[in-house]
């Protein structure tokens, strides 16, 4: 089954969803985003989608309509988006429920959410990417779940408060441990040594975790509870308080767990 589909938003989902829902086969018919020029770069990644910077999609020829912005802009989208008859709508996002489409125009609302961290202009296999749909209507999970399996051999229903979850623990694999990483990034630079060095310790950290788990693959001195070492770290942090305090907090929670 292929789809017409149109994409509000020009952002890092829409960058990587656009083509790839083109490439399974699936026509992009509209892009939208408050300046034209956004939507013109999504639009020039597929072959004859328009761009727009209006939402009035009441002529649209598309079946599916999705919403990828950043949390805080979908109700009003989905307030304001004129959509025709027997149209869906539906939302990227791993934190909000379906019910903020409710008041929308759309005859039939659902999720379409990708569990990947996306960066325009890096390339991402979307066949390996998870998307979580849901729906109140069987006919739309069956859609979507159809839509979702032609980019993606993993594809899971999911209600809203399990996506929720998964979307909090997706923050501490992702964004925190990447801002782990600046942290440590930043030490070593403002030390004068190469970060280059420790690429191996985290190429290996996320490999054995992966492997082996991540409670088994626990190292270092909170593990042990070696607290000379931990307060000697503690003492070297105290440029900035905010690390230092970071520092004490993940210990003492290895500590505890």
Do not use: C
């Not at 089954?1 to 490439?23: C, Q, R, S, T, Y």
């Not at 490999?207 to 070696?226: F, M, V, Y």
Request: net charge negative; proline share 4%; glycine share 4%.
């Amino acid at each position: 089954m292929k789809f017409k589909i149109a994409i509000l938003g020009a952002g890092n989902v829409a960058w990587h969803l656009a083509p790839a829902l083109e490439d399974a086969g699936h026509e992009i018919t509209e892009i939208y985003a408050r300046d034209i020029d956004k939507a013109t770069q999504i639009t020039e990644r597929v072959y004859a989608a328009e761009p727009k910077d209006d939402l009035d999609f009441s002529e649209s020829k598309a079946q599916i309509f999705i919403l990828a912005v950043k949390d805080s802009a979908i109700t009003e989208l989905a307030d304001e988006v004129i959509l025709p008859e027997g149209s869906i709508l539906v939302h990227t996002s791993g934190a909000m429920p379906l019910d903020i489409l409710g008041y929308s125009s759309a005859s039939y609302t659902g999720i379409l959410y990708p569990l990947q961290s996306f960066t325009k202009g890096r390339k991402m296999d979307m066949d390996e990417v998870p998307f979580l749909v849901e729906a109140e209507d069987e006919e739309t999970l069956q859609k979507l779940k159809k839509l979702a399996k032609s980019i993606s051999p993993l594809v899971y229903q999911m209600r809203s408060k399990d996506r929720k979850a998964i979307h909090v623990a997706a923050v501490f694999a992702s964004n925190f441990t990447n801002h782990m990483l600046r942290i440590a990034e930043e030490i070593m630079r403002r030390q004068g040594l190469d970060y280059e060095m420790l690429k191996p310790l985290i190429i290996e950290t996320i490999s054995k975790s992966l492997q082996i788990g991540a409670k088994n693959a626990q190292t270092g001195p909170a593990i042990r509870e070696d607290y000379d070492t931990m307060e000697d770290h503690h003492r070297f942090l105290r440029y900035n308080d905010s690390l230092a305090e970071i520092y004490r907090l993940i210990s003492q929670d290895i500590i505890d767990s």
